[in-house]
Protein backbone atom coordinates (compact mmCIF):
# COMPACT_ATOMS: atom_id res chain seq x y z
CA UNK A 1 0.00 0.00 0.00
CA UNK A 2 1.31 3.45 -0.84
CA UNK A 3 1.74 5.60 2.32
CA UNK A 4 0.60 9.28 1.93
CA UNK A 5 3.94 11.73 2.96
CA UNK A 6 2.09 13.73 5.60
CA UNK A 7 0.47 17.51 4.33
CA UNK A 8 -2.05 19.13 7.04
CA UNK A 9 -4.37 21.56 7.30
CA UNK A 10 -1.74 23.60 8.90
CA UNK A 11 0.58 23.54 5.81
CA UNK A 12 -2.52 25.16 3.57
CA UNK A 13 -2.63 27.80 6.34
CA UNK A 14 1.10 28.21 5.79
CA UNK A 15 1.11 28.09 2.47
CA UNK A 16 -1.67 31.01 2.81
CA UNK A 17 0.38 33.23 4.62
CA UNK A 18 3.59 32.85 1.92
CA UNK A 19 0.96 33.73 -0.72
CA UNK A 20 -0.76 37.19 1.48
CA UNK A 21 0.70 39.86 -0.80
CA UNK A 22 1.44 38.03 -4.12
CA UNK A 23 -1.82 37.31 -4.78
CA UNK A 24 -5.31 38.79 -4.24
CA UNK A 25 -8.55 36.12 -3.45
CA UNK A 26 -9.38 34.81 -7.10
CA UNK A 27 -13.12 35.88 -7.44
CA UNK A 28 -16.07 33.68 -6.05
CA UNK A 29 -19.16 34.22 -8.38
CA UNK A 30 -22.83 32.77 -8.46
CA UNK A 31 -23.55 31.64 -11.90
CA UNK A 32 -26.81 31.88 -13.05
CA UNK A 33 -26.77 29.28 -15.79
CA UNK A 34 -26.22 26.36 -13.59
CA UNK A 35 -28.22 27.73 -10.59
CA UNK A 36 -31.49 27.56 -13.15
CA UNK A 37 -30.18 23.87 -15.32
CA UNK A 38 -29.57 22.19 -11.28
CA UNK A 39 -31.84 23.85 -8.78
CA UNK A 40 -28.54 24.62 -6.80
CA UNK A 41 -26.84 27.42 -5.63
CA UNK A 42 -24.28 27.09 -7.67
CA UNK A 43 -20.92 29.17 -7.24
CA UNK A 44 -17.70 29.58 -9.65
CA UNK A 45 -14.41 29.90 -8.02
CA UNK A 46 -12.66 31.89 -10.89
CA UNK A 47 -8.81 30.66 -11.08
CA UNK A 48 -8.74 31.23 -14.24
CA UNK A 49 -8.71 35.11 -13.13
CA UNK A 50 -5.27 35.05 -10.95
CA UNK A 51 -1.55 36.67 -12.55
CA UNK A 52 -0.61 33.50 -14.67
CA UNK A 53 -4.52 32.61 -15.44
CA UNK A 54 -4.63 29.47 -13.02
CA UNK A 55 -4.26 28.14 -9.72
CA UNK A 56 -0.82 26.20 -10.45
CA UNK A 57 1.26 29.73 -8.91
CA UNK A 58 -0.23 28.56 -5.83
CA UNK A 59 2.00 25.37 -5.47
CA UNK A 60 4.50 26.78 -7.65
CA UNK A 61 5.59 29.62 -5.03
CA UNK A 62 4.71 27.88 -2.06
CA UNK A 63 7.41 25.53 -2.97
CA UNK A 64 10.10 27.89 -4.40
CA UNK A 65 9.47 30.29 -1.47
CA UNK A 66 11.20 27.94 1.04
CA UNK A 67 14.09 26.94 -1.09
CA UNK A 68 17.32 27.85 1.14
CA UNK A 69 19.86 30.17 -0.57
CA UNK A 70 21.83 27.37 -1.70
CA UNK A 71 19.02 25.73 -3.67
CA UNK A 72 18.10 28.91 -5.40
CA UNK A 73 21.20 29.99 -6.22
CA UNK A 74 21.32 26.20 -8.09
CA UNK A 75 17.78 27.11 -9.48
CA UNK A 76 14.94 25.12 -10.47
CA UNK A 77 13.51 22.97 -13.12
CA UNK A 78 10.25 21.94 -14.38
CA UNK A 79 7.57 20.47 -16.58
CA UNK A 80 4.16 21.25 -17.47
CA UNK A 81 1.49 21.12 -20.54
CA UNK A 82 1.65 24.54 -19.28
CA UNK A 83 -0.15 26.26 -16.40
CA UNK A 84 2.45 25.26 -14.05
CA UNK A 85 5.17 26.67 -16.10
CA UNK A 86 3.49 30.24 -15.86
CA UNK A 87 3.44 29.60 -12.09
CA UNK A 88 6.34 28.54 -12.19
CA UNK A 89 7.83 31.48 -14.33
CA UNK A 90 6.01 34.34 -12.10
CA UNK A 91 7.36 32.99 -9.14
CA UNK A 92 10.87 33.00 -10.35
CA UNK A 93 10.61 36.39 -11.83
CA UNK A 94 9.26 37.44 -8.40
CA UNK A 95 11.78 35.85 -5.91
CA UNK A 96 14.78 35.81 -8.71
CA UNK A 97 15.23 32.05 -9.38
CA UNK A 98 16.88 30.86 -12.36
CA UNK A 99 14.04 28.19 -14.05
CA UNK A 100 14.27 25.55 -16.90
CA UNK A 101 10.57 24.98 -18.07
CA UNK A 102 10.52 21.44 -20.19
CA UNK A 103 6.71 21.68 -22.43
CA UNK A 104 5.35 18.91 -24.61
CA UNK A 105 5.10 19.90 -28.16
CA UNK A 106 1.48 19.96 -27.77
CA UNK A 107 1.39 23.03 -25.36
CA UNK A 108 -0.48 25.28 -27.15
CA UNK A 109 0.99 28.49 -28.47
CA UNK A 110 -0.53 30.70 -26.06
CA UNK A 111 0.61 28.60 -23.15
CA UNK A 112 4.60 28.47 -24.39
CA UNK A 113 3.98 32.59 -24.82
CA UNK A 114 2.90 33.51 -21.82
CA UNK A 115 6.10 31.28 -20.12
CA UNK A 116 8.43 33.40 -21.50
CA UNK A 117 6.50 36.83 -21.02
CA UNK A 118 5.95 36.27 -17.35
CA UNK A 119 9.44 34.51 -17.07
CA UNK A 120 11.16 37.50 -18.18
CA UNK A 121 15.13 36.79 -18.40
CA UNK A 122 14.48 34.05 -15.19
CA UNK A 123 13.03 31.40 -17.34
CA UNK A 124 14.38 29.11 -20.19
CA UNK A 125 11.85 27.36 -22.33
CA UNK A 126 12.54 23.84 -23.68
CA UNK A 127 10.59 22.22 -26.09
CA UNK A 128 10.99 18.47 -25.62
CA UNK A 129 8.41 15.11 -26.21
CA UNK A 130 4.72 15.23 -27.42
CA UNK A 131 2.99 14.41 -23.73
CA UNK A 132 3.67 15.65 -20.44
CA UNK A 133 5.34 12.82 -19.23
CA UNK A 134 7.81 13.19 -21.89
CA UNK A 135 8.85 16.48 -20.79
CA UNK A 136 8.24 15.28 -17.56
CA UNK A 137 11.51 13.05 -18.35
CA UNK A 138 13.47 15.74 -19.56
CA UNK A 139 12.79 17.67 -16.42
CA UNK A 140 13.81 14.96 -14.08
CA UNK A 141 17.24 14.21 -16.32
CA UNK A 142 17.93 17.87 -16.04
CA UNK A 143 17.55 18.23 -12.29
CA UNK A 144 19.47 15.02 -11.87
CA UNK A 145 22.59 16.55 -13.67
CA UNK A 146 22.81 19.67 -12.54
CA UNK A 147 21.59 19.55 -9.16
CA UNK A 148 18.51 21.83 -9.71
CA UNK A 149 15.78 21.40 -8.06
CA UNK A 150 12.64 19.98 -9.22
CA UNK A 151 9.39 21.64 -8.90
CA UNK A 152 6.82 19.21 -9.43
CA UNK A 153 3.18 20.53 -10.62
CA UNK A 154 1.22 18.31 -8.19
CA UNK A 155 3.71 14.99 -7.22
CA UNK A 156 4.98 17.33 -4.00
CA UNK A 157 4.10 17.78 -0.56
CA UNK A 158 4.81 21.75 -0.41
CA UNK A 159 2.62 21.73 -3.74
CA UNK A 160 -0.23 19.98 -2.36
CA UNK A 161 -0.36 22.33 0.38
CA UNK A 162 -0.29 25.63 -1.92
CA UNK A 163 -2.81 23.74 -4.01
CA UNK A 164 -5.42 23.62 -0.95
CA UNK A 165 -5.44 27.56 -0.54
CA UNK A 166 -7.72 27.80 -3.33
CA UNK A 167 -10.79 26.16 -0.71
CA UNK A 168 -9.35 28.16 2.04
CA UNK A 169 -9.77 31.38 -0.03
CA UNK A 170 -13.86 29.36 -0.96
CA UNK A 171 -14.88 29.51 3.05
CA UNK A 172 -14.01 32.76 3.58
CA UNK A 173 -15.46 34.19 0.65
CA UNK A 174 -18.59 32.26 1.45
CA UNK A 175 -18.81 32.75 4.90
CA UNK A 176 -19.44 28.77 5.45
CA UNK A 177 -19.19 25.69 4.02
CA UNK A 178 -20.48 24.58 0.96
CA UNK A 179 -22.58 21.51 0.66
CA UNK A 180 -20.61 20.29 -2.60
CA UNK A 181 -17.02 21.19 -3.96
CA UNK A 182 -16.20 19.96 -7.54
CA UNK A 183 -12.40 19.71 -8.49
CA UNK A 184 -10.93 18.99 -11.63
CA UNK A 185 -8.31 16.13 -11.52
CA UNK A 186 -4.73 15.92 -13.46
CA UNK A 187 -2.48 14.39 -11.29
CA UNK A 188 -4.55 15.26 -8.38
CA UNK A 189 -2.50 18.56 -6.56
CA UNK A 190 -5.73 20.23 -6.15
CA UNK A 191 -8.17 17.65 -5.27
CA UNK A 192 -5.27 16.65 -2.58
CA UNK A 193 -4.50 19.89 -1.31
CA UNK A 194 -8.43 20.56 -1.01
CA UNK A 195 -9.14 17.26 0.89
CA UNK A 196 -6.37 17.93 2.70
CA UNK A 197 -7.75 20.78 4.31
CA UNK A 198 -11.38 19.90 4.20
CA UNK A 199 -11.02 17.14 6.16
CA UNK A 200 -9.57 18.17 9.01
CA UNK A 201 -11.65 21.58 8.98
CA UNK A 202 -14.77 20.49 7.46
CA UNK A 203 -15.32 17.20 6.93
CA UNK A 204 -19.03 17.23 5.96
CA UNK A 205 -17.92 18.60 2.70
CA UNK A 206 -18.83 16.50 -0.42
CA UNK A 207 -15.80 16.96 -2.47
CA UNK A 208 -16.31 15.54 -5.85
CA UNK A 209 -13.03 15.38 -8.58
CA UNK A 210 -13.52 15.23 -11.99
CA UNK A 211 -11.18 13.86 -14.39
CA UNK A 212 -11.51 13.94 -18.63
CA UNK A 213 -12.42 10.08 -19.91
CA UNK A 214 -9.66 9.94 -21.84
CA UNK A 215 -7.07 10.29 -19.58
CA UNK A 216 -8.74 9.09 -16.13
CA UNK A 217 -5.62 8.55 -14.49
CA UNK A 218 -7.00 8.85 -10.63
CA UNK A 219 -9.34 6.17 -11.38
CA UNK A 220 -7.17 4.02 -13.11
CA UNK A 221 -4.94 4.34 -9.99
CA UNK A 222 -8.10 3.40 -7.23
CA UNK A 223 -9.11 0.43 -8.92
CA UNK A 224 -5.35 -0.94 -9.28
CA UNK A 225 -4.69 0.14 -5.78
CA UNK A 226 -1.46 2.29 -6.59
CA UNK A 227 -0.26 4.85 -9.60
CA UNK A 228 -0.35 3.18 -12.80
CA UNK A 229 0.59 4.51 -16.62
CA UNK A 230 -2.84 4.86 -18.62
CA UNK A 231 -2.01 2.50 -21.57
CA UNK A 232 -3.88 5.51 -24.25
CA UNK A 233 -3.89 9.13 -23.40
CA UNK A 234 -6.39 11.53 -25.24
CA UNK A 235 -3.77 15.12 -25.27
CA UNK A 236 -6.94 17.21 -25.67
CA UNK A 237 -7.76 17.91 -22.13
CA UNK A 238 -3.84 19.19 -21.86
CA UNK A 239 -4.21 20.62 -18.22
CA UNK A 240 -5.31 17.32 -16.40
CA UNK A 241 -3.90 14.92 -19.31
CA UNK A 242 -1.93 12.88 -17.00
CA UNK A 243 -0.69 9.20 -17.29
CA UNK A 244 0.23 8.63 -14.18
CA UNK A 245 -1.21 9.94 -11.06
CA UNK A 246 0.86 11.33 -8.46
CA UNK A 247 2.75 8.96 -5.67
CA UNK A 248 2.04 11.60 -3.25
CA UNK A 249 -1.24 12.54 -4.30
CA UNK A 250 -2.96 9.13 -4.83
CA UNK A 251 -2.69 8.27 -0.90
CA UNK A 252 -4.41 11.25 0.12
CA UNK A 253 -7.13 10.78 -2.78
CA UNK A 254 -7.78 7.45 -1.54
CA UNK A 255 -7.80 7.92 2.11
CA UNK A 256 -9.90 11.21 2.23
CA UNK A 257 -12.19 10.25 -1.14
CA UNK A 258 -15.09 7.86 0.36
CA UNK A 259 -14.20 4.55 -1.50
CA UNK A 260 -13.35 6.66 -4.85
CA UNK A 261 -17.12 7.40 -5.01
CA UNK A 262 -16.34 11.06 -5.35
CA UNK A 263 -14.69 10.16 -8.30
CA UNK A 264 -16.24 10.97 -11.79
CA UNK A 265 -15.22 11.82 -15.56
CA UNK A 266 -16.70 13.40 -18.37
CA UNK A 267 -16.17 13.57 -22.17
CA UNK A 268 -13.74 15.28 -24.04
CA UNK A 269 -17.01 16.34 -26.11
CA UNK A 270 -19.39 17.43 -22.82
CA UNK A 271 -16.00 19.49 -22.35
CA UNK A 272 -16.07 21.61 -25.40
CA UNK A 273 -19.97 21.78 -24.80
CA UNK A 274 -19.69 23.35 -21.82
CA UNK A 275 -16.37 25.93 -23.13
CA UNK A 276 -18.90 26.97 -25.26
CA UNK A 277 -21.45 27.54 -22.80
CA UNK A 278 -18.83 29.41 -20.41
CA UNK A 279 -18.16 31.75 -23.55
CA UNK A 280 -21.29 32.38 -24.89
CA UNK A 281 -23.75 32.67 -21.98
CA UNK A 282 -21.23 33.49 -19.35
CA UNK A 283 -18.71 35.43 -20.87
CA UNK A 284 -15.45 33.37 -19.35
CA UNK A 285 -12.92 32.13 -21.50
CA UNK A 286 -11.78 28.33 -20.48
CA UNK A 287 -9.51 25.96 -21.13
CA UNK A 288 -10.50 22.39 -21.22
CA UNK A 289 -9.12 21.81 -17.82
CA UNK A 290 -11.21 24.35 -16.70
CA UNK A 291 -14.66 23.81 -17.40
CA UNK A 292 -14.17 20.27 -16.17
CA UNK A 293 -15.99 20.80 -12.87
CA UNK A 294 -19.04 22.73 -15.00
CA UNK A 295 -19.12 19.76 -17.06
CA UNK A 296 -20.16 17.46 -15.20
CA UNK A 297 -23.30 19.82 -14.11
CA UNK A 298 -23.83 21.17 -17.55
CA UNK A 299 -23.68 17.35 -19.35
CA UNK A 300 -25.98 16.00 -16.00
CA UNK A 301 -22.93 13.53 -15.30
CA UNK A 302 -23.96 14.89 -11.39
CA UNK A 303 -27.09 15.23 -9.93
CA UNK A 304 -26.73 18.03 -6.81
CA UNK A 305 -29.56 18.54 -4.43
CA UNK A 306 -31.81 21.32 -5.16
CA UNK A 307 -31.13 24.06 -2.95
CA UNK A 308 -27.30 23.12 -1.73
CA UNK A 309 -24.88 25.34 -2.08
CA UNK A 310 -21.96 24.14 -4.73
CA UNK A 311 -18.80 25.32 -5.68
CA UNK A 312 -17.10 24.54 -8.91
CA UNK A 313 -13.37 25.27 -8.90
CA UNK A 314 -12.43 27.07 -12.74
CA UNK A 315 -9.36 25.91 -12.49
CA UNK A 316 -7.46 27.78 -15.72
CA UNK A 317 -8.38 30.13 -18.46
CA UNK A 318 -5.29 29.66 -20.88
CA UNK A 319 -6.73 28.67 -24.03
CA UNK A 320 -5.19 29.90 -27.62
CA UNK A 321 -7.82 30.65 -29.82
CA UNK A 322 -6.66 28.66 -32.51
CA UNK A 323 -8.29 25.54 -30.40
CA UNK A 324 -12.29 27.20 -30.86
CA UNK A 325 -12.54 24.84 -34.37
CA UNK A 326 -11.35 21.66 -32.79
CA UNK A 327 -13.54 22.94 -29.67
CA UNK A 328 -16.82 23.76 -31.80
CA UNK A 329 -16.41 20.52 -33.59
CA UNK A 330 -16.00 17.84 -30.77
CA UNK A 331 -19.18 20.08 -28.97
CA UNK A 332 -20.87 19.29 -32.26
CA UNK A 333 -20.24 15.36 -32.70
CA UNK A 334 -21.11 15.23 -28.90
CA UNK A 335 -24.76 16.76 -29.12
CA UNK A 336 -25.39 14.39 -31.81
CA UNK A 337 -25.67 17.16 -34.25
CA UNK A 338 -22.41 16.39 -36.57
CA UNK A 339 -22.15 12.90 -38.45
CA UNK A 340 -19.51 11.11 -40.75
CA UNK A 341 -20.31 8.89 -43.56
CA UNK A 342 -18.67 7.29 -46.39
CA UNK A 343 -20.47 7.26 -49.10
CA UNK A 344 -19.67 5.08 -52.50
CA UNK A 345 -21.08 7.18 -55.48
CA UNK A 346 -21.90 5.80 -59.07
CA UNK A 347 -19.23 7.44 -61.21
CA UNK A 348 -21.89 9.09 -63.06
CA UNK A 349 -23.51 12.55 -63.79
CA UNK A 350 -26.33 13.35 -61.45
CA UNK A 351 -25.30 11.23 -58.70
CA UNK A 352 -24.11 13.72 -56.33
CA UNK A 353 -27.48 16.00 -56.83
CA UNK A 354 -29.74 12.61 -56.54
CA UNK A 355 -27.84 12.64 -52.75
CA UNK A 356 -28.61 16.06 -51.94
CA UNK A 357 -32.01 16.07 -53.02
CA UNK A 358 -33.30 12.26 -51.86
CA UNK A 359 -30.72 11.94 -48.72
CA UNK A 360 -30.31 15.23 -46.98
CA UNK A 361 -33.29 17.12 -45.20
CA UNK A 362 -34.41 20.81 -45.47
CA UNK A 363 -32.53 21.90 -42.08
CA UNK A 364 -29.56 19.68 -42.70
CA UNK A 365 -25.56 21.07 -44.34
CA UNK A 366 -22.65 19.68 -45.70
CA UNK A 367 -19.62 20.09 -43.84
CA UNK A 368 -16.96 18.37 -45.95
CA UNK A 369 -16.81 16.69 -49.05
CA UNK A 370 -13.66 14.45 -49.75
CA UNK A 371 -13.97 12.52 -53.41
CA UNK A 372 -11.66 11.10 -55.35
CA UNK A 373 -12.94 9.77 -58.95
CA UNK A 374 -10.92 6.73 -60.40
CA UNK A 375 -11.86 6.17 -64.14
CA UNK A 376 -11.43 2.44 -64.04
CA UNK A 377 -14.21 2.05 -61.65
CA UNK A 378 -18.43 2.09 -61.59
CA UNK A 379 -17.92 3.41 -58.30
CA UNK A 380 -16.19 6.30 -56.31
CA UNK A 381 -15.82 6.88 -52.67
CA UNK A 382 -16.32 9.96 -50.74
CA UNK A 383 -16.42 10.80 -47.11
CA UNK A 384 -19.07 13.20 -46.04
CA UNK A 385 -19.58 15.44 -43.03
CA UNK A 386 -23.35 16.59 -42.41
CA UNK A 387 -24.37 18.83 -39.63
CA UNK A 388 -28.18 18.24 -38.85
CA UNK A 389 -30.63 21.32 -37.59
CA UNK A 390 -31.63 19.17 -34.64
CA UNK A 391 -30.08 16.26 -33.17
CA UNK A 392 -33.37 14.09 -33.21
CA UNK A 393 -33.05 14.17 -37.09
CA UNK A 394 -30.64 11.48 -37.38
CA UNK A 395 -32.74 8.63 -37.42
CA UNK A 396 -35.12 10.07 -40.24
CA UNK A 397 -31.45 10.63 -42.43
CA UNK A 398 -30.52 7.33 -41.48
CA UNK A 399 -33.70 6.15 -43.04
CA UNK A 400 -33.61 8.16 -46.12
CA UNK A 401 -29.66 6.43 -46.49
CA UNK A 402 -31.18 3.30 -46.01
CA UNK A 403 -33.38 3.55 -49.22
CA UNK A 404 -31.09 5.98 -51.06
CA UNK A 405 -29.15 3.89 -54.03
CA UNK A 406 -25.44 4.84 -52.81
CA UNK A 407 -23.75 2.31 -50.81
CA UNK A 408 -23.37 4.48 -47.11
CA UNK A 409 -21.21 3.28 -44.00
CA UNK A 410 -21.41 5.88 -40.89
CA UNK A 411 -18.14 6.79 -39.51
CA UNK A 412 -18.80 6.23 -35.81
CA UNK A 413 -17.25 8.16 -33.09
CA UNK A 414 -14.63 5.31 -31.57
CA UNK A 415 -13.33 4.80 -35.22
CA UNK A 416 -9.93 5.13 -35.93
CA UNK A 417 -11.08 7.27 -38.56
CA UNK A 418 -11.81 10.07 -36.32
CA UNK A 419 -8.71 10.91 -35.39
CA UNK A 420 -7.73 12.50 -38.99
CA UNK A 421 -11.08 14.94 -38.36
CA UNK A 422 -10.54 15.93 -34.65
Known amino acids: MTTAISVTAND ?18 PNARLTALTGAHVWLKREDLLPVRSYKLRGAYNLISQLDAAARAAGVVCASAGNHAQGVAYACARL ?31 VIGDTYDEAAAAALR ?15 PRTVAGQGTVIREVLTQLGKAPDVLIVPVGGGGLLAGSLTWLRERHPGVHVIGVEPAGAASMAAALAAGHPVDLETLDPFVDGAAVRKAGAITFPIVRDHLADGAGLISVSEGAVCVEMLQLYQSDGIIAEPAGALATAVLSDHVLQVPRGATVVCL ?5 NDVSRYAEVVERALVHEGRKHYFLVDFPQEPGALRRFLDDVLGPDDDITLFEYTKRNNRETGPALVGIELGHPEDLGALLERMRQAPPQIEQVPPDSPLFRFLL
Open 314 to 318: LSGGN
Open 12 to 29: VDEAAARLRGLISPSPLE
Open 142 to 156: DAEDTGATLVPPFDH
Open 96 to 126: GVEARVYLPRTTPRQKRDRVAYLGGDMVAVR
